[in-house]
């Protein structure tokens, strides 16, 4: 086909009015500056008072997948969050950007967030977690409790040395701003992140990790088979939300 279903929902996004602004928006963000978060679109009511959890998603969304929504709707529930954040980085520390780009993934997460009451959705800087915790120091109220929602696989990135100078300094500094909810993925399951977990190098930090269990169904899913499937023109109504499937319906109609 002259044009793949990923290409017609990129050419969709790029339609929307806020597209330009977006793209804009993340031109502006400077990774070599002081850390910077943006928020797009706000929770209501959002947090306002001290010492409220808020839920941190920070992803590449691309695409955002029914997995990741699982992740995130029953981690508010099992924590009790107040709010969540879906956030989006600039920089990753090891993710080029490729597939969806960057504003039209902003677009898709928006659209899927828009009709919730408790989520909230940003732009980050930076990629490490430390520079995310403290631009999000600035924005919220003092003594909020970060809960960063992750999967197993940036878990291990957490603890790998090659992003960090000074090792173990930097790992206390992020753990007394900030806890990490972990979800078990196809390659792991909850015992796998307790055994990463109890390694003599990083057993101090495992107060501070919890986890969450998905079906295996959402374990499974990734949204590297959801751009394969679009690339080849093939349906994607189980992996994605139902508003970014409406999105591309809307290309197709």
Known sequence: MANSLLDLLIQ???????????????????PAAPPQIEL????????????????IFSGS??????????????????YQLDELLLLLAK????????????????????????????FSVGVSSHGRYIDK????????????????????????RIFDAKYYTDFHAELKE???AARFIVANRA???IQTIETFMAQPE??????????????????????????????????IKHLVPPSIFAMLDECLS
């Open 133 to 156: 915790v403290t631009a999000l120091k600035t924005i919220f109220p003092s003594e909020t409790e970060f809960y960063f929602i992750v999967g197993y696989d940036t878990l291990i």
């Open 187 to 189: 390659e792991a399951d």
């Open 202 to 235: 990083i057993c101090q930090y495992s107060a501070y990790v919890s986890s969450v269990l998905l079906p295996d169904a959402y374990a499974y899913m990734s949204s590297t088979e959801v751009r394969e499937l679009l690339t080849h023109g093939e349906n």
């Open 12 to 30: 969709k996004c790029e339609t929307h009015p806020d597209y330009g602004r977006y793209t804009e928006l993340f031109n502006q963000l400077d």
């Open 174 to 176: 992020l753990f007394i």
């Open 91 to 118: 920089a990753n520390v090891d993710k080029s950007v490729f597939g969806l780009p960057l504003a039209a993934r902003l677009l898709t997460v928006k659209k899927y967030a828009e009709n919730r009451q408790r």
């Open 61 to 78: 969304f691309n695409p955002l997948t029914l997995a990741h929504t699982r992740m995130i709707e029953d981690t508010v529930a099992k």
């Open 40 to 55: 797009v679109h706000r929770a209501a009511p959002p947090i306002h008072k001290c010492g409220k959890k808020l839920g």
